[in-house]
Structure formats: C-alpha cells, structure tokens
C-alpha cells in the first residue's frame, strides 16, 4: 500500500488483524480467501481516496472494555476526529481517557477500526501503535474532502 507493506488476516468469516507495516506479523499462511481479497480492495480504493466506509465483517478479540471503545471508534465519520476524553465519554468511563489509548493501542484491526480519528484533547496526534507518520498521513488522506479538519504539525 501507500504507506507500506500490510497484512490482513481473518478467522472463519470474519476479518480479525491488520497488520500495518510498524507490526511485528506472525507467520501467516497465505490463502487469499474471497472475505481477504474483499479486504483489500476496501483498503486500497480507501487508501486512494475513493472509499469512506468499510463493508466487511470484523471481528477484534479483546476484553469488553476494548470491543466498547472501538465500536465507539466505528461510529466516528470519515473526516472526523475524536479526543480519548470524547470516546472515554461515549462508552460511559469519563475518566478513562487512558484506558481508551490503550485500547486504542490494542486494536487488531486499525484503519477499518479507524483509532487514527482519536487525537488528544489538545488536538496533537498523539500514539499511534502504525507510527504518528501513519497517522498524519491518514487524516491527511480524509482531510482532502473536510476543509475543516485540524492536522496538527501541518
């Protein structure tokens, strides 16, 4: 892709990592399976600016509080950022903006769970397991339609 080599893997029906660049990627068998294939045809028309939305069924493993927080990070729009404190308030842990960042950190499937949209409260990219230089990168690719978005170091 634009921003390195990647790897998706899925289990059964389901997508379940992305593994960016910056991942260490365990051994993965490679059997492009119609659901990977699909999968990457999201992120690359998404990565060349042509794609919004994802349309593909995930599945992330992680604990209740994870899987509330990225469902939270689903709900925010192409375009649009979010602050930990915002997410910390939309799944009902107002002071668990730290929590957030963790589970931030801990999505296995960034990009289609976009934790790229969460900046701190001040607006700075803050952590971002794919590396800040990804993370920029991304809301650039999202600004072109949303004058209005705040890169911040732009």
């Known amino acids: 892709t634009s921003l390195g080599l990647m790897a998706l ?6 997508i379940t990592h992305l593994y960016l660049p910056s991942y260490p990627t365990p051994r993965l068998a490679s059997h492009p399976t119609p659901l990977l294939l699909e999968g990457e045809r999201q992120l690359l028309v998404y990565l060349g ?24 990070l689903e709900a925010i729009p192409w375009g649009e950022i979010r602050s930990y404190r915002d997410i910390a308030l939309a799944v009902d842990c107002p002071r668990g903006f730290r929590a957030v960042g963790m589970a931030n950190h801990n999505n296995p499937i960034p990009i289609f769970i976009p934790c790229h949209r969460v900046v701190g409260t001040d ?3 803050t952590g971002y397991a794919g590396g800040i230089d990804r ?4 809301l650039e690719l999202e600004k072109a339609d949303m004058p209005g978005l705040y890169v911040p170091g732009k």
């Open 9 to 14: 893997a899925s289990e059964g029906d389901f």
């Open 49 to 72: 600016g042509q794609r919004k939305t994802f349309d593909l069924p995930l599945n992330p493993q992680g604990t209740p509080f994870q899987r509330r927080v990225w469902q939270a």
């Open 135 to 138: 993370k920029q990168k991304l």
């Open 123 to 125: 607006g700075n990219l």
